[in-house]
């Protein structure tokens, strides 16, 4: 637990500052390679949860607190100790005696004696703690102040469910490569090895709890992948036919991407901005034993890596707030900030203005974000087709919501799709 409490402060005291949770964990490994798997479990574990809960965590630590604490691994070790207190079944004498430990090789000075103050004053006042905490709408919510203002706004009925969700763990849902086999299939072999799962729709299927993808049938062999159901709904929407020309905009890791080519015998164009991230693309695509043309470079720069034959389809899948994903990313809810939203629009805008062109006449272009908020959504495309007098906007399918916002729900993240035809 000293190893893990150490790594997890460090990782949560990143964030804080300001850094991607997902890239800390990434260099963590690369700095520590002989950390074991379950060791790296752990640290991820107590790194997600405490960010997770970080609202009430902060409520309760400014309470056992005289002034605010200036040394940042510091309160981070602290707001991971308090985590594993409230909510770990890790006996509490241990979680405190290792945090003590830790803080002792902090060089502080007054780490050790701190840490045990601190921790030992919550196990005796423990109950009120958490009840005054949870009375604060942060506490409660665990999200920062303007994004619970701004869903009580945007969601009147149900804001409330929406936050208490983006603190749940994520469902893990499978999607089945109809090239090798059936969702009926593929249910029965995990059956066979006794993992839980139900169908959702079409290739979706949602397994009863988290697992290693090592453990799932014939996964090295591509006959499965893991994607969110509201994602795999992108490549139905398209409407995708065999010979057409497609770009999938922004497609790392290439999730979407792997999946229209999955659908149809298409000629996919995957573009991405991150050469490195294309890599992944490739590693997807090789063990689903698919191909396309893999493209790095800037999506509002058509110019550069464009060859002027124009698209039957395109997935605009623009930069966005990433806010209906958060069970997934936690740290997205404390690095985000509201004026972020005026250079997402920019660049969003700037995006499909600059694909739109590159779309056939007849094509169609479906925007999409994993954003819960109508800037980005609802009001973007209302704009885009402003702009542009030859896109019509079409309505969606029965299988997608009319409106195009999907929320977070136990079976799927937050998503959004506006479809355009170019006419003529």
Known sequence: MLTTQKCASRIVAGVLAGRNLSDLLVAQR??????????????????????RELGLLEQILSRLLRAPLKEAELRALLLIALYQLEFSRAAPYSIVDHAVRVAERTGTGRGKGLVNAVLRNFLRQREELVKTARATDAGRFSHPDWWIAAMRKTYPQHWETLLASNNHRPPMTLRINRRKTTAENYLALLAEAGIGARPLDREAILLDHPLGVEKLPHFADGWVSVQDAGAQLAAHLLDLACGQRVLDACAAPGGKSCHMLEQADIELTALDIDRDRLSRVQQNLDRLG????????????PQDWWDGKPFDRILADVPCSATGVVRRHPDIKWLRRPQDFAELARQQTEMVDALWPTLAKGGKLLYATCSVFPAENAEAATAFAARHPDAERLALPAFAPGNGQLLPTPEHDGFYYALFRKAG
């Open 290 to 301: 698919l191909s396309a043309r893999l493209v790095a470079g800037n999506a509002s720069r």
């Open 30 to 51: 690369r700095a520590i390679p002989d950390m074991t798997p379950q060791q790296r479990g752990a640290i991820q574990d107590i790194s997600y949860g405490t960010l």
